[in-house]
């Protein structure tokens, strides 16, 4: 039996954005779980709350009941936030089964078009056959929204690679596995970091990555604006200069934002870089 599409994704204080994510993936996948802290904890041992008026929405949106809720205590004093994240996602794609295709994806991620991303997937279905001896993940491109302003959405100029499919789950960092990488041309809007500056705050305390923030960032994206950005450069918040630049959308409205990224030749990844990448990691591969 050809394996299921199981989509997983955790829920935390940016519950709320699951109701841009969950519209994407949910007519192409066969499950969706939700992996939520039973305590309500972050990875950090910080709280959050959840509405009730969340759930009422997810129950009347779930039309073909699809959607599974996994409530685990998934916060661990004695681990960092990272092994925390490696946890929860282990125990979320064990729930999900392995033998399927596990696609892991965050709340603030929207796919422009997941049907097009399964239907790469399923290209690689033999490797659902025995998952342990071949472990293998596929990856899409973030289009990471950087910052609202007034009238748009700034956001890093140039796609960066992210994984969100594997077939088998040992994770080693956030959604990576020491596995071959597969290279898909599909888009993912990432808000990451698009939030107001308390709920950005509050992020870069309890997230898998925050012991790793560097010391400009936080005053830098304060800083910039739709009229300064040109002036400032290197603006990832780990390594700098890995984000070098940002461009402007001047539109806030997810669906007019996708509409521009499927038109626009920028962010669409070039045929000839998708075929060396996937070659190199095909040779690097070949003989483990």
């Keep these: 039996m050809i394996g299921k599409i199981q989509v997983g994704y955790l829920v935390s204080y940016d519950y709320e954005l699951l109701k841009n994510s969950l519209p ?3 007519k192409d996948a066969d499950t969706i779980f939700l992996a939520i802290d039973k305590n309500r904890n972050t990875w950090n041992g910080g709280t959050f709350i959840i509405e009730n008026s969340f759930f009422d929405w997810l129950e009347a949106f779930d039309v073909d009941k699809k959607v599974v809720i996994f409530e685990d205590d998934f916060y661990v004093p004695e681990l960092t936030t990272m092994q925390c994240e490696i946890r929860e996602r282990k125990m979320l794609s064990e729930k999900m089964g392995i033998g399927n295709w ?37 990856a899409a491109f973030w289009v990471v929204l950087y910052k609202y302003t007034p009238e748009g959405i700034l956001y890093v100029d140039k796609p960066a690679k992210a994984i969100f499919a594997t077939n088998n789950p040992q994770y080693v960092v956030g959604r990576r596995i020491k596995g071959q990488v597969i290279y898909t041309n599909n888009i993912v809007l990432h808000e990451s970091l698009s939030r107001s500056e308390e709920e950005l705050r509050f992020k870069c305390q309890n997230w898998g990555h925050n012991t790793d923030i560097n010391n400009g960032f936080l005053d830098k994206w304060i800083k ?48 000839t870089k998708l075929f060396f990448r996937n070659f190199g990691q095909w040779f690097k591969f070949l003989f483990k």
Aim: aromatic share 18%.
């Design 24 to 26: 994407t993936t949910y």
């Design 102 to 138: 596990l696609i892991q994806i965050d709340c603030d991620e929207y796919f422009v078009d997941f049907k097009k991303f399964i239907s790469d997937l399923r290209k690689y279905d033999s490797y659902l056959d025995n998952p342990l001896k071949k472990s293998i993940q596929v």
């Design 224 to 271: 910039v604006n739709e009229n300064n950005y040109k002036e400032y450069s290197d603006f990832y918040y780990i390594e700098p200069e890995r984000w070098k630049k940002l461009d402007y959308f001047p539109a806030k409205d997810m669906k007019a934002i996708k509409e521009i990224v499927e038109k626009s030749k920028n962010l669409n990844i070039p045929k």
